[in-house]
């Protein structure tokens, strides 16, 4: 029969054993939320440089001529979508290039409106944009490309990792708890 002491010693192991898993989970933690914050910031700069070369545009461009959003007719479609993708690890965020699906009525008046424009936004300001408004939309395009999704697939990491960090450390809380033995980890 097993005395009070040995039970006592097998319950510090499991504990020491919870306690070190909780300090891989936490570096791991680190780890994603550096990969996150790293992400932030490339996607910032995307955005920051993406609207001073729009603002360069504007500035360069003749009077009366405008780029920006409030610049072009409704027809304009997004050349980009965001899909959500669920795999075997859960939901994974993609981008893809594709245009969005129409129905076959709105597929004629499409046809028609599309004889005379391109699917490249730029040729919805003319032929001849300055260099600056191309330079805007590749680094809205390279934001849009790699950081978000990396952005969002990091978030959901993080945040299953935190969950099981809350359980874990539920668990190592419950076992000291009982045994009085060992103290409960510092935050």
Not at 12 to 22: G, K, N, S, T
Not at 107 to 116: C, G, P, V, Y
Not at 122 to 130: A, C, E, K, S, Y
Not at 158 to 165: A, G, R, S, Y
Request: hydrophobic residues 30%.
């Amino acid at each position: 029969m097993a005395t009070h002491s040995e039970i006592s010693e097998v319950k510090e192991q499991d504990v020491e054993r919870h306690v070190e898993h909780l300090d891989d989970l936490l570096k791991q933690y680190l780890g994603f939320l550096d990969e996150y914050h790293t992400a932030r910031q490339e996607l910032s700069r995307h955005f920051s440089t993406g609207f001073f070369n729009l603002a360069q545009a504007n500035r360069s461009a003749g009077p009366g001529r405008r780029y920006g959003q409030d610049y072009y007719d409704e027809r304009m479609q997004a050349s980009r979508r965001v899909s959500v993708i669920m795999d075997e690890e859960g939901s994974r965020v993609r981008i893809s290039s594709t245009a969005p699906e129409v129905t076959p009525a709105e597929q004629n008046e499409k046809e028609e409106l599309t004889k005379e424009a391109s699917s490249d936004p730029l040729r919805w300001f003319g032929i001849l944009v300055p260099p600056a408004l191309r330079s805007a939309k590749t680094d809205f395009a390279a934001a849009l490309d790699d950081p978000i999704p990396r952005i969002l697939n990091t978030a959901r990491k993080m945040h299953q990792l935190e969950h099981e960090i809350s359980r874990l450390r539920k668990s190592i809380k419950k076992h000291t708890s009982k045994s009085g033995a060992v103290e409960e980890p510092r935050r």
